[in-house]
């Protein structure tokens, strides 16, 4: 048993510095613009960009509206849907954003 | 006689001048808004108002600033964004405990603090020419407001004659908290500057253009007014944070520039932070 030690700890050590590196937390928000667009802004807590992160648009009953990623510029823009909605900004488990289309200003 | 000799045989003389000298220190030059950590971005209010804080006292008449703008940043990524707010600026009249001062505020419409991010407010003001001292004072003065908590580049210098580089985010300390940073003059660090620290002591009354009378803290003895250091020999310091409100920072006459208009000049950094109460 004691030859497994070591690797326990590393692993322990391991577990621990994924946890750390996992220790920013997604940062997500949307704004009307003009012309009935809405622009959404992503990022980490920790300054780090949200670029390629999976955006989804969905209706009250889950229904994914449309889809896109946060661009290079940590943005998403989308034309307004005539219902209700909300989206998920997707940057895998524990670092998910739901935001309603009625909390956006 | 060198200066160390010359400074020891005139201590007492210069214990003498300092004190004074102190109740005519302490100025500080605000840019003022309520809240520095927005959740969401908006129209903001800001006042830039050149006063002694912590008393409310005596407020200055301060001229057109020679440069009023922001520096924005999403993420730490992003490349910064510089947008002047001269336009923006309107005289007003600010009333002190004790006198009335020409200030300027500022209503920035909702556009420019909306993304999430950094948003370092940079202030230039034309010298002040403070005639009990015989010399212009020119305080080099940054406000940082973040919206949403999505960090930028609130730690980066913006390229003042004189600066104050922070090391904690300004708008983000809980009350009991420590604040560092780095004093720089023209882009080098400071070694042994002489720091003063001063307190918002009286809320400012935006709407009214007023300070409140009343004042959140009292001072046992003058050196509290505000408190003195200096920086170590790497240009940084360290203050406590005891109390929830505005602190600012303030470096004193670390610009390259030492006479404006044939007079002494002091260029000072200053930089305001916020502490939080932990609830």
């Given at each position: 048993?004691?030859?497994w030690?070591?690797?326990?700890?590393?692993?322990a050590?391991c577990?621990?510095?994924a946890?750390?590196a996992?220790a920013?937390s997604?940062?997500f928000?949307c704004?009307?613009g003009e012309?009935?667009?809405?622009?959404c802004?992503?990022?980490?807590?920790?300054g780090?960009?949200?670029?390629?992160v999976r955006?989804?648009?969905?209706?009250a009953?889950e229904?994914?509206l449309?889809?896109g990623?946060i661009?290079a510029?940590?943005r998403?823009?989308f034309?307004k849907?005539p219902?209700?909605?909300?989206l998920?900004?997707?940057?895998g488990?524990?670092?998910?954003?739901?935001?309603?289309g009625?909390d956006i200003s | 006689?060198?200066?160390r000799?010359?400074a020891t045989?005139?201590?007492?003389?210069a214990?003498?001048?300092f004190?004074?000298?102190?109740p005519?220190?302490?100025?500080?030059?605000?840019?003022?808004t309520?809240?520095p950590?927005?959740?969401?971005g908006g129209?903001l209010?800001?006042?830039?108002?050149f006063?002694?804080p912590f008393?409310a006292?005596h407020t200055?008449?301060?001229?057109?600033?020679?440069e009023?703008?922001v520096?924005?940043q999403?993420?730490?990524?992003?490349?910064p964004?510089?947008?002047?707010?001269?336009?923006?600026?309107q005289?007003?009249?600010w009333?002190?405990?004790t006198n009335?001062?020409?200030a300027y505020?500022?209503?920035l419409?909702k556009?420019i603090?909306?993304?999430?991010g950094?948003y370092?407010?940079?202030?230039v003001p034309?010298?002040?020419y403070?005639?009990?001292e015989?010399?212009?004072?020119?305080?080099?003065?940054?406000m940082?407001?973040?919206?949403g908590?999505l960090?930028?580049n609130?730690?980066?210098?913006?390229?003042?004659p004189?600066e104050?580089?922070?090391?904690?985010k300004?708008y983000?300390?809980?009350?009991?908290?420590?604040?560092?940073?780095?004093?720089?003059?023209?882009?080098?660090?400071?070694?042994?500057?002489?720091?003063?620290?001063?307190?918002v002591?009286?809320?400012?009354?935006?709407s009214?253009r007023?300070?409140?009378p009343?004042?959140?803290?009292?001072?046992?003895?003058?050196s509290f007014?505000?408190?003195s250091i200096?920086t170590n020999d790497?240009?940084?310091?360290?203050?406590g944070?005891?109390k929830?409100?505005w602190?600012?920072?303030?470096?004193?006459?670390?610009g390259?520039?030492?006479?404006y208009?044939?007079?002494?000049?002091s260029?000072?950094?200053?930089?305001w932070?916020?502490?939080?109460?932990?609830q």
């Amino acid at each position: 048993m004691k030859r497994w030690g070591c690797p326990a700890v590393l692993a322990a050590f391991c577990l621990l510095a994924a946890e750390m590196a996992a220790a920013h937390s997604p940062v997500f928000d949307c704004f009307n613009g003009e012309d009935g667009q809405i622009t959404c802004e992503g990022g980490f807590s920790d300054g780090t960009s949200a670029t390629g992160v999976r955006v989804r648009v969905l209706d009250a009953n889950e229904k994914v509206l449309l889809e896109g990623k946060i661009d290079a510029d940590g943005r998403f823009t989308f034309k307004k849907p005539p219902v209700d909605f909300h989206l998920i900004f997707d940057a895998g488990a524990g670092h998910t954003v739901t935001l309603f289309g009625a909390d956006i200003s | 006689m060198n200066s160390r000799c010359f400074a020891t045989r005139h201590a007492w003389f210069a214990l003498f001048a300092f004190l004074v000298a102190a109740p005519a220190g302490a100025h500080f030059q605000l840019i003022y808004t309520p809240e520095p950590a927005l959740k969401v971005g908006g129209p903001l209010q800001m006042l830039l108002v050149f006063t002694h804080p912590f008393e409310a006292g005596h407020t200055m008449d301060m001229a057109m600033p020679a440069e009023f703008y922001v520096v924005s940043q999403r993420g730490k990524e992003a490349r910064p964004q510089r947008t002047d707010l001269k336009k923006h600026l309107q005289e007003i009249q600010w009333t002190s405990l004790t006198n009335v001062g020409r200030a300027y505020e500022a209503q920035l419409p909702k556009g420019i603090v909306r993304s999430l991010g950094d948003y370092v407010f940079v202030l230039v003001p034309t010298p002040y020419y403070e005639g009990s001292e015989e010399k212009f004072i020119q305080q080099f003065t940054k406000m940082v407001l973040n919206v949403g908590g999505l960090p930028g580049n609130w730690a980066d210098p913006v390229g003042l004659p004189a600066e104050i580089v922070p090391l904690n985010k300004p708008y983000a300390n809980w009350v009991g908290g420590v604040f560092s940073g780095v004093v720089l003059a023209d882009g080098k660090p400071a070694p042994h500057a002489e720091l003063e620290i001063g307190y918002v002591n009286h809320e400012p009354n935006l709407s009214q253009r007023r300070f409140e009378p009343q004042a959140r803290a009292s001072a046992p003895q003058d050196s509290f007014v505000n408190l003195s250091i200096r920086t170590n020999d790497r240009g940084e310091f360290t203050i406590g944070l005891p109390k929830a409100g505005w602190w600012g920072i303030c470096a004193l006459g670390v610009g390259p520039q030492s006479q404006y208009q044939g007079k002494p000049l002091s260029q000072d950094a200053v930089l305001w932070v916020k502490a939080t109460d932990m609830q």
